[in-house]
């Protein structure tokens, strides 16, 4: 049996669908090789290698493939973040405060866009704070030292920090209807470009996998979830704030895209898209990550980001006739 | 004639080891050293010898007996008796000058004064051509004359010394002999040398003291008597005066008694 | 009979000795005063708790990591990859540190490099590790090897370079050659000083596991502490700092230990 | 007249000192023949030039991030800490060493906790280092300082401890009293080896940076590394690893002319 | 009546110093060595009487002059002219036994040979109840037995010695004069022995050369006249033989006169 190396980013339920259908024996004919790197930036170096074939992480990077010109593509969008990711503002302050303070979000991750955007909807510049370079679990103690101003965090951090200081509050988060159209704060799987070309039935079929995994997990989520929570050692019900128990999407958590969302997505199927997205909105989603990158000053051109983005492999899923569509269940 | 400055009075040393074993170095040691008189401990290796000098400097506290300088106890290590060891211990750090004042500086000798007796001391020794050199720069018989000069300086009652010149190369040995001859005279100050080698010791001593090994007791109190009239010099004289010959082998003979037990 | 006059000993005393008993009962004393103080802050609600969990917590966790967690057997996998990466960076460095150290031509080669590289901060070439080696093993053993390897070689090199030239000219009059000199003179005369160098050494590699088990891993201690971090687990975090802690003493002992029985006729005896 | 059947020299001699000439094309041979396996390598595209880019494109890359991008600002910070945290790790160090050197009853009380906390994986401290010190420069401070202040201790105690008792019972016998003895004999004896030790320490220090600069922060080599990486911009990271090479390799000159510098007395002369 | 077994023939040696000067440290010096014969090497510090030793050994190659070994020039060290030095050589990883045992080793001795012999000269040197024990657990004198049972076990033509008792107190000097004395005897092996001690190159030597410092040059070889009916023992005749004390005294002033220069 021929064995694809897939790497996971970080230990993330969105990403362990993969591992469901290798565990109920989905994908029969490939061996998957799972990796978690909590190191999402080692996975990345790793796919561009060739030292894995598949990698589900944030969709956020696309851009820098492009610009790099590695061998990555991105092959498919597989949920957005709904309401994951949060903007913390400390207790006594408002928006309109915080120019000169310092807020904090990892530099050049996905946080550092969410703050980003929200400052640009309340007015602020992004040149107009103090940015300091912390991960969400970092950010906790001078949040609760009262250093920080603000801060991008996910659970469950929020959680413990609004009970310990009180009067801090969440001013944005990834399931506002104006940060969910921006498209930009998503989970992608990318691939290795020769790995596509080279063993093209391969990917096609770690692909499909991938969604019938999905299926699986919609049709038995507390067995999938429980599955899940093994995989990646986490509490089965720290799953369930992420994932959710309906099948579907959890607020506070993400929503899982549908094949035929996600092929939506790509524009290879016809249709609307939910949360206010557009059909075929997947170049101009990286391409408004490009831009917000320059405008943080990480990237300096604007660049063609369809040349990391390749939609060919869900388009001849589509063709070749697979759908998948379901909501919430009952 | 002279009166007594150091008095040993049955001295004994007793070091535990490990595991509650005892070893009693010294047993019940008694001498004396008179005033301005060079004192030599002389026995086989291990009898004790670093040992006794050690307790008088103060450095290991005796087990059994009282040591008594001048009128008052020994009870630590203190200014009024110096110690010059084998090993060099300059101080690599210092210039000649500034070793020889260490002492004095720390015992709060105004600068002037020290400033004068360091350079007394450092020509007493024939190091003046060397005053500002640091120790690195100097033979080892120069820097053991160093390690003298800081010790006299600091004005001793005492001078106690461990194989000073083991270490030297016959030449400057005989230099070095001849030098602590010279400063017994003029420095006035008592010493008690510790040493293995017997032309040093008769050359040296007003008296000997024989220490025997295990456990080290003194064996034999031998005042060489062709000296009565002074340290004879140069050294070559020694060897062709009249007792020097008897005594030297007496020494060796009581040596290689000891020797053997061992 | 002390004379009643002896030195009253004082509690510092310049190189004094201390009895086993005031060694026993400092060393005791100190941990008791660290989680003294430790257990007071957090009681005392001075520190948040949130962060810095109490020292009973934080062993009843460690208890429980192990009874029920399974913790032993991410021990086993750090311990492994320590052990293994260390062994590596030995079987390099110490017959590369003993030729420099023995063949000054050997030295002029290496030692400009070597040098350089050992302020190589290993972290940073993970991406390259993992562009290399895959997402097996192989990287995590590598960037701990890196992690250590220049610095053992310029020990084992400089230890060398220390033999006492008596020795090796002692074994060129007895008729030795040059491989005889090296293997049957220069490496026993060095080896418990390469055996002490390693001691020091390995307390590096420790230092190093929590960045290595990060990469592409989920067993180990470093990453059980990685996901802790994620939950905000302090009192899971703060036990692999002891797990960790505790083992590198245990190697120190045994390293210890090793020496003693390596080379036994180093032991003191006689005056 | 050298006799004709002079001993022929070999390149490989035991101890036998080497030209200067030679040590200088050796050290120089090395350094080409490592850019050559990589300029070989990515030209003759055996690795990916994307992921391993050519040393010429490194040093281009370097070029301009001297020259465009004001790297020496980044430079001037990163040495700026390296700078700060290990001169407050040398400062607590070298007391408490000398001390714990020179009392057993203080080393009995410091030594088991000192010799534990070496193994400390300094990385899994961040959080709780950010708590307690904000996002300043305080907790890079700290982690630098964490990850050499252990090691640095034991250090200078065991060369303390190395202070030959002669000279320590001369000062003694000098009528100094402890404090005389620890300032005026002990410290001075010490400080060679001591500046020694902190030589090689230095080192550890920059091996932390690229750690330390990924906490809180945004400028130094480190977080320039650290976006290189997010970027996978591999020139950029080679660059920093070229970079802090370089710098190591140049404190370590600074250091050994301060050496020679402060203790010029221990140079050789004489026979 | 014995032949030439080591022949130094205006043997010179100028050392590179830093900053392209030159020392001079040995000039010229000639000199034979009889078959098993104990030639004694005299002189004031650094007049360059290791450096000549070692040249002899091969271990630093001459500048100028030939040295002869039997018949065959010496281009190296070899197994033919073991050497013992002042600082202890035993390897403290093997036993006594495989100390001595080791020379023959290397050279493909045969096991049961190799032990036959280095019994026979551990024994010779008076250690046979320590042939299992480490070096640590002996004392220096006996280290130093060592160091020649496992030189003559190698059956060297010549045995090389830099003042192989200065580190060691006087009875145990004595001791391992004596033993040399019979080693010469027994063994039937030349020796070219460096020391400081005038005592011990009186009482060892057949020959003594002595070097001026300065370069280093002989400035006289002495024969003791009186030992031409071979050595006396025990030692303490020695001081009484008539001749000694004149021997004794006219190498304390060549001595002291090369001190001068210094
Ligand atoms: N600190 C110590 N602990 C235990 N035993 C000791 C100690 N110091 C000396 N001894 C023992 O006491 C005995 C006498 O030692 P000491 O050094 O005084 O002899 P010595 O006459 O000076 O010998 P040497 O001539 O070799 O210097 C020896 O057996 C020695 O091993
Ligand atoms: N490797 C060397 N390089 C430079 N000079 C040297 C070297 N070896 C010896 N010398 C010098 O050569 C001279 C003779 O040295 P040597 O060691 O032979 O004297 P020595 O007679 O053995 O002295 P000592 O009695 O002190 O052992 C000295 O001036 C010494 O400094
Ligand atoms: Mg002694
Ligand atoms: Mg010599």
Same mark, same amino acid.
Request: aromatic share 8%; hydrophobic share 45%; with cysteine.
């Given at each position: 049996?021929?064995?694809?190396?897939?790497?996971?980013?970080?230990?993330?339920?969105?990403?362990?669908?993969?591992?469901?259908?290798?565990?109920?024996?989905?994908?029969?004919?490939?061996?998957?090789?799972?990796?978690?790197?909590?190191?999402?930036?080692?996975?990345?170096?790793?796919?561009?290698?060739?030292?894995?074939?598949?990698?589900?992480?944030?969709?956020?990077?696309?851009?820098?493939?492009?610009?790099?010109?590695?061998?990555?593509?991105?092959?498919?969008?597989?949920?957005?973040?709904?309401?994951?990711?949060?903007?913390?503002?400390?207790?006594?302050?408002?928006?309109?405060?915080?120019?000169?303070?310092?807020?904090?979000?990892?530099?050049?991750?996905?946080?550092?866009?969410?703050?980003?955007?929200?400052?640009?909807?309340?007015?602020?510049?992004?040149?107009?704070?103090?940015?300091?370079?912390?991960?969400?679990?970092?950010?906790?103690?001078?949040?609760?030292?009262?250093?920080?101003?603000?801060?991008?965090?996910?659970?469950?951090?929020?959680?413990?920090?609004?009970?310990?200081?009180?009067?801090?509050?969440?001013?944005?988060?990834?399931?506002?209807?104006?940060?969910?159209?921006?498209?930009?704060?998503?989970?992608?799987?990318?691939?290795?470009?020769?790995?596509?070309?080279?063993?093209?039935?391969?990917?096609?079929?770690?692909?499909?996998?991938?969604?019938?995994?999905?299926?699986?997990?919609?049709?038995?989520?507390?067995?999938?979830?429980?599955?899940?929570?093994?995989?990646?050692?986490?509490?089965?019900?720290?799953?369930?704030?992420?994932?959710?128990?309906?099948?579907?999407?959890?607020?506070?958590?993400?929503?899982?895209?549908?094949?035929?969302?996600?092929?939506?997505?790509?524009?290879?199927?016809?249709?609307?898209?939910?949360?206010?997205? @557009?059909?075929?909105?997947?170049?101009?989603?990286?391409?408004?990550?490009?831009?917000?990158?320059?405008?943080?000053?990480?990237?300096?051109?604007?660049?063609?980001?369809?040349?990391?983005?390749?939609?060919?492999?869900?388009?001849?899923?589509?063709?070749?006739?697979?759908?998948?569509?379901?909501?919430?269940?009952? | 004639?002279?009166?007594?400055?150091?008095?040993?009075?049955?001295?004994?040393?007793?070091?535990?080891?490990?595991?509650?074993?005892?070893?009693?170095?010294?047993?019940?040691?008694?001498?004396?050293?008179?005033?301005?008189?060079?004192?030599?401990?002389?026995?086989?290796?291990?009898?004790?010898?670093?040992?006794?000098?050690?307790?008088?400097?103060?450095?290991?506290?005796?087990?059994?007996?009282?040591?008594?300088?001048?009128?008052?106890?020994?009870?630590?290590?203190?200014?009024?008796?110096?110690?010059?060891?084998?090993?060099?211990?300059?101080?690599?750090?210092?210039?000649?000058?500034?070793?020889?004042?260490?002492?004095?500086?720390?015992?709060?000798?105004?600068?002037?004064?020290?400033?004068?007796?360091?350079?007394?001391?450092?020509?007493?020794?024939?190091?003046?051509?060397?005053?500002?050199?640091?120790?690195?720069?100097?033979?080892?018989?120069?820097?053991?004359?160093?390690?003298?000069? !800081?010790?006299?300086?600091?004005?001793?009652?005492?001078?106690?010394?461990?194989?000073?010149?083991?270490?030297?190369?016959?030449?400057? !040995?005989?230099?070095?002999?001849?030098?602590?001859?010279?400063?017994?005279?003029?420095?006035?100050?008592?010493?008690?040398?510790?040493?293995?080698?017997?032309?040093?010791?008769?050359?040296?001593?007003?008296?000997?003291?024989?220490?025997?090994?295990?456990?080290?007791?003194?064996?034999?109190?031998?005042?060489?008597?062709?000296?009565?009239?002074?340290?004879?010099?140069?050294?070559?004289?020694?060897?062709?005066?009249?007792?020097?010959?008897?005594?030297?082998?007496?020494?060796?003979?009581?040596?290689?008694?000891?020797?053997?037990?061992? | 009979?002390?004379?009643?006059?002896?030195?009253?000993?004082?509690?510092?005393?310049?190189?004094?000795?201390?009895?086993?008993?005031?060694?026993?009962?400092?060393?005791?004393?100190?941990?008791?005063?660290?989680?003294?103080?430790?257990?007071?802050?957090?009681?005392?609600?001075?520190?948040?708790?949130?962060?810095?969990?109490?020292?009973?917590?934080?062993?009843?966790?460690?208890?429980?990591?192990?009874?029920?967690?399974?913790?032993?057997?991410?021990?086993?996998?750090?311990?492994?990859?320590?052990?293994?990466?260390?062994?590596?960076?030995?079987?390099?460095?110490?017959?590369?540190?003993?030729?420099?150290?023995?063949?000054?031509?050997?030295?002029?080669?290496?030692?400009?490099?070597?040098?350089?590289?050992?302020?190589?901060?290993?972290?940073?070439?993970?991406?390259?590790?993992?562009?290399?080696?895959?997402?097996?093993?192989?990287?995590?053993?590598?960037?701990?090897?890196?992690?250590?390897?220049?610095?053992?070689?310029?020990?084992?090199?400089?230890?060398?370079?220390?033999?006492?030239?008596?020795?090796?000219?002692?074994?060129?009059?007895?008729?030795?050659?040059?491989?005889?000199?090296?293997?049957?003179?220069?490496?026993?005369?060095?080896?418990?000083?390469?055996?002490?160098?390693?001691?020091?050494?390995?307390?590096?590699?420790?230092?190093?596991?929590?960045?290595?088990?990060?990469?592409? @891993?989920?067993?180990?201690?470093?990453?059980?502490?990685?996901?802790?971090?994620?939950?905000?687990?302090?009192?899971?975090?703060?036990?692999?700092?002891?797990?960790?802690?505790?083992?590198?003493?245990?190697?120190?002992?045994?390293?210890?230990?090793?020496?003693?029985?390596?080379?036994?006729?180093?032991?003191?005896?006689?005056?």
């Amino acid at each position: 049996k021929d064995s694809v190396n897939v790497g996971v980013c970080v230990s993330w339920p969105g990403y362990g669908m993969l591992e469901v259908a290798k565990e109920k024996n989905l994908i029969p004919d490939y061996d998957l090789n799972i990796t978690i790197f909590e190191d999402p930036l080692g996975g990345h170096a790793a796919l561009a290698a060739g030292q894995i074939d598949v990698y589900g992480c944030t969709a956020d990077y696309t851009p820098l493939v492009a610009e790099r010109g590695t061998d990555v593509v991105n092959v498919a969008l597989l949920n957005p973040s709904y309401g994951v990711d949060h903007v913390i503002l400390a207790p006594d302050v408002t928006p309109a405060d915080l120019k000169g303070k310092k807020v904090s979000a990892p530099q050049a991750y996905i946080g550092q866009l969410l703050m980003g955007v929200w400052l640009d909807g309340e007015g602020i510049a992004p040149g107009d704070v103090e940015w300091v370079n912390l991960n969400a679990d970092e950010a906790v103690g001078p949040m609760l030292s009262g250093d920080l101003s603000a801060a991008y965090m996910y659970e469950p951090w929020i959680t413990k920090v609004l009970e310990a200081s009180p009067g801090a509050k969440s001013v944005a988060n990834t399931s506002d209807p104006e940060i969910l159209k921006t498209g930009i704060f998503m989970d992608a799987l990318y691939m290795n470009k020769n790995f596509i070309s080279k063993r093209r039935d391969a990917a096609l079929a770690v692909l499909k996998a991938r969604w019938d995994g999905l299926g699986y997990w919609h049709d038995h989520v507390e067995e999938t979830n429980q599955m899940l929570a093994d995989f990646l050692q986490w509490p089965v019900e720290d799953i369930g704030y992420v994932v959710g128990t309906n099948g579907k999407s959890f607020e506070g958590g993400i929503y899982m895209f549908d094949f035929d969302e996600s092929a939506k997505a790509c524009g290879v199927l016809e249709g609307d898209m939910p949360l206010d997205l @557009s059909n075929g909105f997947m170049p101009e989603a990286a391409a408004l990550t490009n831009d917000w990158w320059v405008k943080l000053g990480l990237m300096k051109d604007k660049v063609d980001v369809t040349k990391a983005i390749d939609c060919s492999l869900m388009g001849d899923l589509a063709a070749s006739g697979y759908r998948q569509a379901f909501g919430p269940n009952e | 004639m002279s009166s007594t400055v150091l008095q040993l009075d049955r001295i004994s040393k007793t070091f535990q080891l490990g595991g509650g074993r005892e070893l009693t170095a010294v047993d019940r040691v008694s001498f004396e050293v008179e005033e301005n008189a060079i004192c030599v401990l002389l026995g086989p290796s291990g009898c004790g010898k670093s040992t006794v000098l050690r307790m008088i400097a103060g450095l290991e506290t005796p087990t059994g007996g009282e040591i008594t300088l001048g009128r008052h106890p020994v009870t630590g290590p203190g200014r009024d008796r110096g110690m010059v060891f084998q090993a060099y211990t300059s101080f690599d750090w210092l210039t000649v000058r500034r070793n020889v004042e260490f002492g004095m500086k720390i015992n709060g000798v105004p600068a002037g004064e020290r400033r004068e007796r360091a350079e007394h001391f450092i020509r007493l020794v024939g190091l003046s051509k060397f005053l500002d050199a640091y120790p690195s720069q100097l033979s080892g018989g120069m820097r053991q004359r160093v390690a003298i000069a !800081r010790t006299l300086a600091n004005g001793p009652e005492l001078l106690l010394m461990d194989e000073p010149f083991g270490a030297l190369d016959a030449e400057t !040995r005989w230099q070095m002999q001849e030098l602590m001859a010279d400063v017994a005279e003029q420095a006035k100050t008592g010493m008690v040398i510790v040493t293995h080698d017997i032309e040093e010791a008769i050359f040296l001593a007003d008296k000997i003291v024989f220490l025997s090994a295990h456990p080290g007791r003194v064996k034999e109190e031998i005042v060489p008597a062709f000296k009565a009239g002074g340290r004879i010099r140069p050294k070559e004289e020694l060897v062709q005066t009249p007792g020097y010959a008897e005594l030297e082998r007496k020494i060796m003979r009581l040596m290689r008694e000891e020797g053997q037990h061992e | 009979m002390r004379p009643s006059h002896a030195r009253k000993s004082r509690f510092l005393e310049v190189r004094r000795s201390i009895p086993r008993r005031q060694a026993i009962l400092s060393a005791i004393g100190i941990w008791i005063v660290f989680f003294g103080i430790w257990l007071i802050a957090t009681e005392g609600g001075w520190v948040n708790e949130l962060l810095v969990p109490s020292p009973l917590k934080v062993f009843q966790t460690t208890w429980n990591l192990f009874v029920d967690r399974g913790f032993i057997g991410d021990i086993g996998i750090s311990v492994g990859r320590v052990v293994i990466a260390f062994a590596m960076a030995a079987a390099l460095s110490v017959p590369l540190g003993v030729m420099m150290g023995s063949f000054p031509a050997i030295e002029a080669i290496f030692a400009p490099f070597v040098s350089a590289w050992r302020y190589l901060p290993a972290p940073s070439f993970i991406p390259i590790l993992l562009m290399w080696f895959g997402t097996g093993e192989a990287p995590k053993l590598a960037l701990l090897f890196l992690g250590v390897v220049f610095f053992l070689i310029t020990l084992v090199m400089d230890h060398t370079k220390n033999v006492r030239m008596e020795l090796i000219e002692t074994a060129l009059t007895l008729g030795a050659n040059r491989s005889v000199t090296v293997m049957h003179v220069i490496l026993p005369a060095v080896l418990p000083d390469i055996v002490t160098a390693m001691r020091q050494m390995l307390a590096v590699t420790w230092t190093y596991l929590v960045i290595a088990e990060i990469v592409a @891993s989920t067993t180990g201690i470093g990453a059980m502490m990685m996901r802790a971090r994620r939950f905000l687990k302090t009192d899971e975090i703060l036990s692999g700092i002891i797990v960790i802690g505790a083992l590198g003493l245990l190697f120190d002992l045994l390293f210890k230990a090793a020496h003693r029985w390596l080379f036994p006729y180093l032991k003191e005896s006689r005056g």
